[in-house]
T-cell receptor, first 113, second 114 residues
Framework: SAVISQKPSRDICQRGTSLTIQCQVDSQVTMMFWYRQQPGQSLTLIATANQGSEATYESGFVIDKFPISRPNLTFSTLTVSNMSPEDSSIYLC??????????FGPGTRLLVL | GQQLNQSPQSMFIQEGEDVSMNCTSSSIFNTWLWYKQEPGEGPVLLIALYKAGELTSNGRLTAQFGITRKDSFLNISASIPSDVGIYFCAGRPLGSGNTGKLIFGQGTTLQVKP
């Protein structure tokens, strides 16, 4: 398994500002991902964080809005840029470890006013 | 697009009762995962299934990967109050390899009355 931590655990932000979320894993992993969970909803994949190269974004998500960094095999950041109230969600870091088993971090709860 | 239909949407049961929930799809999946999410937490992996027909248990939880590869169920036996939470099925579509692109069901909210 993998132990994943995220910072911050929650934040309240003003419209138009940006927030960077950090994800730290306790072991080196090949695959790291960022998901979004809107209030009362299921999880949606935002992008795959690629080590040493640009992230791979899913349809509906763009780099200008959600820039992602992955400098090494244990760490990644997701920035939510120019926030609006519609960005209020839980943002979750996820990794694949072991036999294609996928684990999630505790999430970052974001409220945009 | 690929979707998972998870049912029931919610359940309110008496402590000690058994629970069953399932996910179906029109597409084939090569991995099925079941997660539980409690308030303020991220999803926690309960059971992972990798082969059609596979039946796996984790304590009072049992899950099966349907032989058609288009469905999976999760059973909880003798429910207790700490089983309360939202249960999500998630599948990795055939051909997605190790991309991490899990498709999630809409979740089953379970409430247990002591």
């Amino acid at each position: 398994s993998a132990v994943i931590s995220q910072k911050p655990s929650r934040d309240i932000c003003q419209r138009g500002t940006s927030l960077t979320i950090q994800c730290q894993v306790d072991s080196q992993v090949t695959m790291m991902f960022w998901y979004r969970q809107q209030p009362g909803q299921s999880l949606t994949l935002i992008a795959t964080a690629n080590q040493g190269s640009e992230a791979t974004y899913e349809s509906g998500f763009v780099i200008d809005k959600f820039p992602i960094s992955r400098p090494n095999l244990t760490f990644s950041t997701l920035t939510v840029s120019n926030m609006s109230p519609e960005d209020s969600s839980i943002y979750l870091c996820s990794v694949v470890a072991g036999q294609e088993t996928q684990y999630f971090g505790p999430g970052t709860r974001l409220l945009v006013l | 697009g690929q979707q998972l239909n998870q049912s029931p949407q919610s359940m309110f049961i008496q402590e000690g009762e058994d629970v069953s929930m399932n996910c179906t799809s029109s597409s084939i999946f090569n991995t099925w995962l079941w997660y539980k999410q409690e308030p303020g937490e991220g999803p926690v992996l309960l059971i992972a299934l990798y082969k059609a027909g596979e039946l796996t248990s984790n304590g009072r939880l049992t899950a099966q990967f349907g032989i058609t590869r288009k469905d999976s169920f999760l059973n909880i036996s003798a429910s207790i109050p700490s089983d309360v939470g939202i249960y999500f099925c998630a599948g990795r579509p055939l051909g997605s390899g190790n991309t991490g692109k899990l498709i999630f069901g809409q979740g089953t909210t379970l409430q247990v009355k002591p």
